[in-house]
């Protein structure tokens, strides 16, 4: 779950690494993220993660409003996966684990960045992309650079 602005191949690198771990993947876009007020639409987020994974039918993409864990529930999901780069991240995500775990009853499962990719993170891509700088090779093969970032 997030918000995907753009989905980059640390994001792909989590998905395809989660895959042989459950039945099915629901990549959940966020649709309301006040903390992101200019991020593209989710219509435009879900078109473009979807069309990534247009051959692989344990996956699905859908938007989402509101908090992780309830989305998590509607689904039925008992996990949510997330990806962590760095001690910073850890934490963030081990105290939404705890709220997710004690207040949903969904646990949190950490996969660990693949080192060439820990630098990657969409606010990095869509700054350099808002400089001219060609942000491509950091995105999955057949999203264009030229997509709005």
């Known amino acids: 779950m997030g918000t995907f602005d753009p989905f980059t191949i640390g994001h792909d690198s ?3 690494r989660a895959l042989p771990l459950f039945d099915r993947l629901v990549i959940g876009v966020v649709g309301d993220n006040v903390h992101k007020p200019g991020m593209s ?6 078109k473009a993660i979807s069309g ?18 309830d989305f ?14 760095s ?3 850890f934490e963030y995500e ?3 684990a705890d709220f997710n775990r004690r207040l949903g009853g969904i646990e949190t499962i950490l996969l660990y960045t693949e080192p060439e990719l820990a630098s990657v993170s969409s ?13 491509s090779e ?7 650079s030229n997509d709005k970032l």
């Open 14 to 16: 989590i998905v395809r």
């Open 41 to 46: 639409a989710v219509e435009e987020r879900i």
């Open 52 to 69: 990534l994974y247009q051959n692989e039918p344990s996956i699905e993409v859908k938007p989402f409003y509101g908090l992780a864990m």
């Open 72 to 85: 998590a529930r509607q689904e039925g999901a008992q996990f949510i996966v997330k990806g962590v780069r």
């Open 87 to 89: 001690v910073s991240d």
């Open 94 to 96: 081990q105290w939404q």
């Open 123 to 135: 606010s990095a891509l869509r700054e350099l992309s808002h400089f001219g700088v060609d942000v």
């Open 138 to 144: 950091f995105l999955p093969k057949h999203q264009k």
